[in-house]
Nanobody, 115 residues
Framework: QVQLVESGGGLVQPGESLRLSCAAS????????MGWYRQAPGKAREMVAV???????IYADSVKGRFTMSRDNVKNTVDLEMNNLKSEDTAVYFC?????????WGQGTQVTVSS
């Protein structure tokens, strides 16, 4: 079992920045994949950024150059630094983990980008 707890969502204006954090309930070294997904109203959930345990990060094309994900296997955390936010980034952001061939999700945190 892996429990994921997110924090850091909120309301910002276009062009501003926001940082999301996710803490896992067990060692990051035991989790194969960690990352972030998001779901906008009326749309399917989509991958934002993911990282394998010892591998490189993968970003969605829509966030490349603006978002940076950092994974810390010692602290059991995965953070998402979001810069130059756009209205189309508005969504519920979910922390994601895959371990022992099982997928786990956090409860989600709302990010709203609006002027």
């Amino acid at each position: 079992q892996v429990q994921l707890v997110e924090s850091g969502g909120g309301l910002v204006q276009p062009g501003e920045s926001l940082r999301l954090s996710c803490a896992a309930s067990r060692s990051g070294f035991s989790i194969e994949t960690m990352g972030w997904y998001r779901q906008a109203p009326g749309k399917a959930r989509e991958m934002v950024a993911v990282a394998k345990r010892y591998g490189s990060r993968i970003y969605a094309d829509s966030v490349k150059g603006r978002f940076t994900m950092s994974r810390d296997n010692v602290k059991n955390t995965v953070d998402l630094e979001m810069n130059n936010l756009k209205s189309e980034d508005t969504a519920v952001y979910f922390c994601y983990a895959e371990a022992d061939r099982t997928t786990y999700w956090g409860q989600g945190t709302q990010v709203t980008v609006s002027s």
